[in-house]
Structures are given as C-alpha cells and as structure tokens.
C-alpha cells in the first residue's frame, strides 16, 4: 500500500535562536519524507520577509516548500512583484488566503476574497504554481451562512485552485460532509485535512474560540479534566489524533496536513502511532 501523502506547516520564526530550533525541528520531521513543507504569512503580509526567507531554507534542504500568499491590503503590482521573486526562487506550490485584517486596519487593496488572487495568480503565471486554497469544513468565523460559505469555496475552486486544505477539526463527520456538499457544487478537487496536535489544553481552547473550530464537547471535558497535568493532556490527545487520523487514511483522505505549531515531536509521535 502506498504511502499516506503528507505536509507540514510552520511559520517564520521571529528571533536567531527560533530560527536555528526550526531547524532542528524541521530536520526531525524530514525523516518522515513530506510531500511540501508550507510556511504561514502573517496579517497584512507583515512576515513576509520571514515567510519568504523560511521558505528559501526549505528549498535549500531539499523539499519542496510552499508559502502562505494573503491579499488583505495588497495591489495587484505588489502581488505581481512578489509572484515573480517566488517564482525566481524555485517555488511551485502556494497556499492562497484572503488573510486576517491586523487590528485597526481597513479593507483597502485591491483584492476582496481569496478567488480574486486566486483568479490574478492563474491569469498572471499559468499553471506555474500548484495553488491550494483554505476549506472550513465547520463554517468559517465570518462566513455570514453555511451555504455562503460553501459557495464562496466553491467560487476559489473555479477560479483556479488544485488543491484545498482545511481549517484543523475533530469531528470526521464535519469533514465528509463538506467534502460531498462541495462536490455537488462542482468543486471537486482533493481536500486535505488539517490535523492540529493537542498538546496545550488552554492554548487549544483559546485558538479554536477565535478560528472556528468546534472542540467537540467530550474531548473539551476531558482536556478540562486533567487541569494542569500536561503528561495526561499529551497521552489524551496523541490518542483523539491519532484515532481521527486512522479514521481519515481510512476513508481515503488524499494527505494530511500537519499544524506543528514549530515543535517536531507532537507530529512525530502521532505519525509513529500511524506507522507512517
């Protein structure tokens, strides 16, 4: 049986000493021979030179890297400008986003919605870059319905997109329903799970209150459960991840797509579970 294709993700570290530990982490999770390592942008672009720089490192190590591309605030010269250093650098593989607007910051740009850069980028580059676009299979925050969150994916499909990966979830059901709700729409390219270790109880809440993602109730008891004991914390949750994995490789998942949150052995020991 082949093997389960699977990505990493990072984001740019922001001192010298982060930067050398991403290396390390980086090396660990090569072993288990990733497909593409993505590096993330920050709001309004504001680590671009972080993202692309980290991005350059995973080119040099030999595997092929992809950079997180969001259009909050950007022109279209901009964008063209910064399409062409990319594609100079090696790189063949984005993630296009709309991207979080920093606090205090208007619209402004000339890009509304991710399919607008998605539509720029293949009208600008061809086939040149392997484009994946963010899928909510529980509804994004800001989305003002279901449906009009399903349309809206189904409109960066069209526009151009190979690929999907999703925001991190729990509830394989949420998942497989979005995948065939998707498909009647004709947005039918392969969509990539997001997988989120549970190492940080607290941490986990905090994040998945402000993205979107549903905790289902018993695993949101349990992790309360354990208060501060964060060995139980980490056994509980390689366990739930672990399970949901199986459950994904099972049902035919086309990869998975690790959040590592710039730590190796979360990741690690899930896909050790895995036998990967």
Known sequence: MSLLPISFEFFPPKTPEGADKLRGVRQALYAKKPEFCSVTFGAGGSTQEGTFTAVSDILAEGVA???????????????????????????????????????GYGMGGEFSYAS??????????????????????????????????????????????NSAITQYFYNSDAYFRFVDDAHKLGADVPVVPGIMPIINASQL????????????????????????????????????????????????????????????APTLAILDRLGR
């Open 65 to 103: 890297a992809a950079s997180h591309f969001s259009c909050i605030g950007a022109t279209k010269a901009r964008v063209r400008e910064q399409l062409a250093t990319l594609q100079q650098m090696g790189v063949t593989r984005l993630v296009a986003l709309r991207g979080d607007l920093p606090s």
């Open 116 to 161: 607008d850069l998605v539509a720029f980028i293949r009208a600008e580059t061809g086939d040149h870059f392997h484009i994946e676009v963010a899928a909510y299979p529980e509804i994004h925050p800001q989305a003002r319905s279901a449906e009009a969150d399903l349309h809206a994916y189904a409109t960066k499909v069209k526009a151009g997109a």
């Open 205 to 264: 809440l905090r994040f998945s209150d402000a993205c979107g993602a549903e905790i289902p109730r018993w695993i949101r008891l349990r992790l309360q459960s354990f208060g501060d004991d964060s060995a139980s914390i980490k056994a509980f949750g390689l366990e739930v991840v672990a399970d949901l994995c199986d459950q994904l490789r099972n049902a035919g998942v086309p990869g998975l797509h690790f959040y590592t949150m710039n730590q190796s």
